[in-house]
Nanobody, 115 residues
Framework: QVQLVESGGGLVQLGESLRLSCAAS????????MSWYRQAPGKEREFVAR????????NYADSVKGRFTISRDNAKNTVYLQMDSLETDDTAVYYC????????WGQGTQVTVSS
């Protein structure tokens, strides 16, 4: 079965960096686009970034463009989200997502940015 397991979240100070990882299993990873979403307290879940199947095309939400970088390693079945220059508004639970005939989500990893 499809499994997505995020890691790498934590508490950081304003302006610092974090790298999130999402380990995938149960499907042919290299055939699917992978995405990151986030949900802040009291807000709806929102799109953050997406990477194409071979890692050649990336899309970002305007709010993270220039600060976050999505990448993938198809040999390791893992997608990453490098987050630099973190802001307090980046505080959220971050989720890995893939669509394979339906939506699959990881359990999420908490990112807290303190001022």
């Amino acid at each position: 079965q499809v499994q997505l397991v995020e890691s790498g979240g934590g508490l950081v100070q304003l302006g610092e960096s974090l790298r999130l990882s999402c380990a995938a299993s149960g499907f042919i990873f290299s055939k699917y686009f992978m995405s990151w979403y986030r949900q802040a307290p009291g807000k709806e879940r929102e799109f953050v970034a997406r990477v194409s199947d071979l890692g050649r095309r990336m899309n970002y939400a305007d709010s993270v463009k220039g600060r976050f970088t999505i990448s993938r390693d198809n040999a390791k079945n893992t997608v990453y989200l490098q987050m630099d220059s973190l802001e307090t508004d980046d505080t959220a639970v971050y989720y890995c997502y893939v669509e394979i005939g339906g939506a699959y989500w990881g359990q999420g990893t908490q990112v807290t940015v303190s001022s």
